[in-house]
């Protein structure tokens, strides 16, 4: 079983115009394993992309304290490239587009960069798992040509972050609004992709602002955050809670004192 262990995070993000650094989280706690699906939910502006951006490593936000821990070891001190041999994986909620590499040529290099330089994954073994995920997800035989995300659809992005998934078999995936922009029938084919990686040897932490996708991958722990911390932690009943209720409900409930984005 493996362990990714967020204590005491605060991250920092750069204000371009203001030519300084906003606190965006303020002591995040969090503990997952393998095995475990859990979600992230909470009002706009309150950290969630942040957080799953600072995991992955992206130089933008500061971890100004804390520490973000795969099986004890500290992946602040990792490179992305790193952290993604280790076994983190990040499915992002705006996939960028890299003209002139395929679809099936970015997979098989990162399949390989995660396998021993000798040890190359076998063609044909790589067709044949190719094959078979994108019939999961209902993708067709074209997608491996295409250039990466170029000219992609919104849901054809979404699907192929599911594809690198599946590939890659990380063992942690931080699933980052997965569902925005897709349709019912989209979001039951990446809901698939998802729920079959469901195991002993996978672990998803899934970012997300509505119960909707929480019908299709249902989760065992969820976690809503406010003001760049978490609040609360539940199982799937507090997503319904939440979706019945509203987040300024939940806050008035716990009686904390924070303006959430969209209020007047």
Request: net charge negative; hydrophobic share 40%.
């Amino acid at each position: 079983m493996a362990t990714l262990e967020i204590k005491n995070l605060h991250v920092e993000v750069k204000d371009e115009e203001k030519k300084a650094y906003k606190k965006i989280l303020k002591g995040v706690n969090l503990t997952m394993h393998t095995g475990e699906i859990h979600a992230i939910m909470g009002p706009n502006g309150t950290g969630k992309s942040t957080l799953s951006e600072t995991i992955m490593g992206n130089p933008k936000y500061r971890v100004t304290k804390g520490q973000i821990l795969l099986n004890g070891e500290n992946v602040l001190d990792m490179t992305v490239d790193e952290r993604d041999r280790k076994g983190l994986f990040l499915a992002m909620q705006y996939p960028a587009e890299v003209p002139g590499v395929t679809n099936a040529e970015f997979l098989r290099a990162a399949i390989n960069a995660r396998r021993p330089k000798d040890d190359p994954i076998p063609v044909m073994d790589f067709i044949k798992e190719l094959n078979k995920n994108m019939a999961l997800l209902d993708m067709n035989d074209s997608m491996t040509e295409r250039y990466l995300n170029q000219g992609f659809s919104g849901g054809e992005k979404k699907r192929n972050e599911i594809l690198q998934m599946l590939m890659i078999e990380p063992t942690f995936g931080i699933l980052d609004e997965i569902d925005s922009g897709l349709d019912i029938d989209a979001l039951r084919v990446v809901s698939r992709g998802v729920n079959a990686m469901r195991g002993d040897n996978f672990g998803a932490l899934m970012i997300t602002h509505y119960q909707r996708l929480l019908n299709y991958i249902v989760p065992d722990v969820v976690h809503v955050m406010m003001d760049g911390r978490v609040v609360k932690d539940g199982g799937p009943d507090l997503a319904k809670k939440l979706e019945q209720e509203g987040y300024a409900g939940l806050r008035d409930e716990l009686g904390l004192d924070i303006k959430l984005v969209d209020e007047d």
